[in-house]
C-alpha cells in the first residue's frame, strides 16, 4: 500500500556536508540538500523516512524535529556517532513520479521506505545517482540550526507525537 501522492515525507540528514545553506544566484540563502542525502540503504536499496502531512499542515515544527531527534538517539545507541544537521521534506508526488514508490514501514511511528531504486554505483551517470540528484533538487531543506527554539531538548518537551513514540526505544 503506498502513500497518498498528497502526503509529504521527511528524510532526515546526518553529516553535515549532506545539507547546507549558500547563497544563490538572487543574493538570498536557500538550504541546499545534497544528493548523498538520498542514498538508498546499500544491502535493503531503500531510504528511511517519517510521514509528516498532518504535521506540516499544523504548523507543528517542534513534533516534526523531535522525530528527527529520536532518529538521531536511536541512531546513536546503534553505534552511528553522526548527528543530525537537517531535514528534507517531499511530497509523495514528487518520489513516485521518479518511478519510486512509499510504503508505510513502521515501527516506528510515522516510518516509511522509499522503494524501488534502480541499483546502485558510485558512478556519476548511473540512474540511481541520477535519481538521487532529482530528489534533492525538489527537496525543501531546513537546518536544524536554524531552529529557534533550539532543538537540543526537544525530546523532553511534550509535543503532538510524543505519545506515538513514548514506547519507542532509548526515550525517556
Not at 527537496?139 to 536554524?146: H, R, T, V
Not at 529557534?148 to 505519545?163: A, G, Y
Amino acid at each position: 500500500m503506498t502513500l497518498n501522492e498528497n502526503d509529504i515525507v521527511a528524510r532526515f540528514v546526518f553529516g553535515r556536508h549532506n545539507i547546507k545553506r549558500r547563497e544563490n544566484y538572487h543574493g538570498t540563502s536557500e538550504v541546499v540538500v545534497q544528493p548523498k542525502a538520498f542514498e538508498p540503504h546499500p544491502s535493503k536499496n531503500d531510504l528511511s523516512v517519517f510521514r509528516i502531512s498532518d504535521l506540516k499542515a499544523r504548523s507543528d515544527e517542534r513534533s516534526i524535529w523531535f522525530i528527527g531527534k529520536f532518529v538521531e538517539r536511536d541512531r546513536q545507541s546503534n553505534g552511528s556517532p553522526s548527528n543530525m544537521y537537517g531535514r528534507a521534506d517531499l511530497s509523495v508526488f514528487q518520489i513516485i513520479d521518479l518511478h519510486l514508490e512509499v510504503l508505510p514501514f513502521e515501527p516506528p511511528p510515522r516510518h516509511a521506505n522509499i522503494e524501488k531504486f534502480p541499483t546502485f554505483s558510485t558512478e556519476t551517470d548511473s540512474e540511481c545517482f541520477q535519481i538521487q540528484h532529482k530528489l534533492a533538487d525538489r527537496a525543501e531543506g531546513y537546518l536544524s540550526k536554524d531552529v529557534v527554539p533550539e532543538i537540543t531538548n526537544v525530546l523532553n518537551e511534550d509535543v503532538t507525537v510524543r505519545s506515538e513514540f513514548i514506547d519507542g526505544p532509548n526515550l525517556t
